[in-house]
């Protein structure tokens, strides 16, 4: 049996009674990091052994696990913050287990881009989630894909790029093009800033930046 257990994205108070229940049944968590998995685990009282799983090595231990899973053992996959599969590690592992036959069940449970659509304003009866842009390679073509996108857009971004990717979207999109920004969502300095790209570029040129990022883009109008 194989669980995808959502954690908080911030507040340790956002985990469910069911992933906690999960948690301490299982033989074995897989940790994007082991150390802020520790802290949570801890903060519950939850003693299990923990085992590294992250985009890093997720291939060369693929099978392994499968195998102990085939073999009859119950393990979680959590990831720093948020759903596992969700711009995170697990897409490899169920795909896998579905092939052979292993159960997988995923929790209903913390993930950042839910709160910050219902929050920024934006019509979110239909949405696409774009999750990072490529940072490189195929950034631009993705970009003018997405300039005749009705829907509204989702994105995440790092702190360091925020200032440059809002800049891009203005000569992309149009600097009057509405859109949210949520930065350390259900934390101490949590942050939703509204309104047209130029407007929310230049009240972050004017601030440090820190903390997870959230985008949302109102898509082009009909």
């Given at each position: ?53 992250h985009q890093h090595n997720e291939h060369q231990v693929l099978h392994h696990l499968v195998s102990q899973l085939l073999e009859g053992k119950k393990m979680a996959v959590v990831t720093d913050a948020g759903t596992p599969g969700i711009s995170d590690p697990a897409f490899l592992l169920v795909r896998e287990c579905i092939k052979v036959d292993v159960k997988v069940e995923c929790l209903p ?114």
């Amino acid at each position: 049996m194989l669980y995808l257990v959502p954690t908080p994205i911030g507040n340790l108070k956002d985990i469910t009674l069911r992933a906690l229940e999960v948690l301490k049944e299982v033989d074995l968590v897989l940790a994007e990091d082991t150390r802020t998995t520790s802290h949570l685990l801890n903060h519950y009282g939850i003693t299990k052994p923990l085992s590294p799983y992250h985009q890093h090595n997720e291939h060369q231990v693929l099978h392994h696990l499968v195998s102990q899973l085939l073999e009859g053992k119950k393990m979680a996959v959590v990831t720093d913050a948020g759903t596992p599969g969700i711009s995170d590690p697990a897409f490899l592992l169920v795909r896998e287990c579905i092939k052979v036959d292993v159960k997988v069940e995923c929790l209903p449970g913390a993930t950042a881009f839910v709160p910050a659509l219902v929050n920024s304003g934006i019509p979110c009866n239909r949405f696409c989630f774009e999750g990072f842009l490529p940072v490189k390679k195929g950034r631009q073509t993705m970009l003018k894909l997405l300039a005749e996108e009705e829907r509204t857009m989702i994105f995440y971004e790092s702190p360091m790029r925020l200032v440059k990717t809002l800049e891009e979207f203005i000569t992309c999109f149009g600097k009057e093009r509405q859109c949210s920004v949520s930065r350390e969502l259900t934390k101490m300095f949590e942050e939703t800033k509204r309104g047209s790209l130029e407007e929310v570029a230049d009240y972050f040129k004017a601030k440090p930046v820190k903390g997870e990022i959230v985008i949302v883009l109102a898509g082009k109008e009909k």
